[in-house]
C-alpha cells in the first residue's frame, strides 16, 4: 500500500507541482487517473477560477463557484466535484496510479475523493495527492501512519511513483 503526499507552502504551490508530476509521469507512458488543478487568476477577482483535468485526458471542470469578491468561505462547487469523481472511477481501472490535487474539507469528512483514495489503496494501487497544511491532521487521521511526505522534488517524486509499484510503458509515438 502506498500513500504518498506533498505538502507545498504558498498558494498553489501543490497544485502547480502535481501538474508537473502528472505531465513527467504521462510522458513516461504512465497510466494516471485522478485529479490536477489548474488556478486561473482574473483582473476583476481577489479569488482565483479552479479548474481541474480528470486525468488521463479530460475534462477539464470548472470546480470553483463565482460568489463575488465579498464572499467569504468555501467556493468548491460539491456538484461538480462529484462529476470529477464519477470520471475518476471510469478511468480508475486501467490506471497505474491515482493522483488527487488536493485532500481537503470534502475528503476529510469522507466525501468527494476519499472513497476513491480507500478504493485505490486497497486494490494496491499507489496514490499521490497533494494536502495544505490546514487539512495535514485531518489527512494524516485518514491515512492512519501509512502515509508517506514527499519532498518538493519532481524527479524523486516521479521516482517515489515508480518504486511504489507503477508500471512505466512506452510512450505512445
Not at 466535484?81 to 486501467?94: C, D, F, H, I, T
Not at 481537503?104 to 494496491?124: C, F, H, T, V
Request: net charge negative; with cysteine; hydrophobic share 45%.
Amino acid at each position: 500500500m502506498s500513500l504518498g503526499y506533498v505538502s507545498l507552502p504558498g498558494r498553489g504551490a501543490n497544485d502547480r507541482f502535481l501538474a508537473q508530476v502528472a505531465a513527467r509521469l504521462q510522458d513516461r507512458g504512465l497510466k494516471l487517473a485522478g485529479t490536477v488543478q489548474t488556478n486561473i487568476e482574473r483582473a476583476d477577482r481577489t479569488k482565483c477560477d479552479m479548474d481541474i483535468v480528470v486525468l488521463p485526458d479530460g475534462p477539464v471542470l470548472r470546480i470553483s463557484e463565482d460568489r463575488g469578491n465579498l464572499a467569504r468561505g468555501c467556493r468548491l462547487d460539491a456538484g461538480v466535484l462529484e462529476q470529477a469523481v464519477a470520471g475518476v472511477s471510469r478511468a480508475m481501472p486501467g490506471a497505474d496510479l491515482l493522483i488527487v490535487n488536493k485532500f481537503g474539507k470534502q475528503e476529510a469528512e469522507g466525501r468527494g475523493m476519499a472513497p476513491l483514495i480507500a478504493e485505490a489503496l486497497e486494490r494496491n494501487l499507489p496514490v499521490l495527492l497533494g494536502v495544505n497544511g490546514l487539512n495535514l491532521p485531518a489527512f494524516q487521521t485518514f491515512a492512519g501512519g501509512l502515509e508517506t511526505a514527499l519532498a518538493a522534488d519532481i524527479d524523486q517524486v516521479v521516482e517515489w511513483c515508480v518504486s511504489a509499484g507503477c508500471h512505466l510503458h512506452e510512450p505512445a509515438r
